[in-house]
């Protein structure tokens, strides 16, 4: 399921579809808002609307818990969620490839 899965975050709702066929395979209604922030693990989706944060059941929709987050008010919130891999192994490569280049292009500078 989750490789055929599009999470959208809208008028306070978090609708699930399917990515071929576009069917709407659950929707979640979280509260009323016009702007929802969302974002997913492997197992749950999390939602921010409202000043509030949501953890939603990747494969039903179901309401986990939810956290009012008290004394931050009611603005847009950015969410990200550490995977368990600190760096993507490509991403990783590729930073230390530079690094390598860096540091052999230092090495010749004479100032």
Known sequence: MENNVLFLGIKGSVVALNKKT????????????QYV????DKEQVYAHTN??????QKKS???????GLSGLGYG????????????NPTVYQAMQSDQSSSTA???????
């Open 22 to 33: 576009g069917k709407q395979i659950w929707k979640t209604h979280l509260k009323s808002s």
């Open 76 to 87: 847009y919130a950015s969410i990200a969620i550490n995977n368990g891999n600190e760096v």
């Open 51 to 56: 000043g509030e944060l949501f953890c939603l």
């Open 37 to 40: 922030t969302i974002t997913q």
């Open 61 to 67: 929709g179901k309401l986990l818990w939810k956290n």
């Open 105 to 111: 292009s230092a090495a010749g500078t004479v100032h």
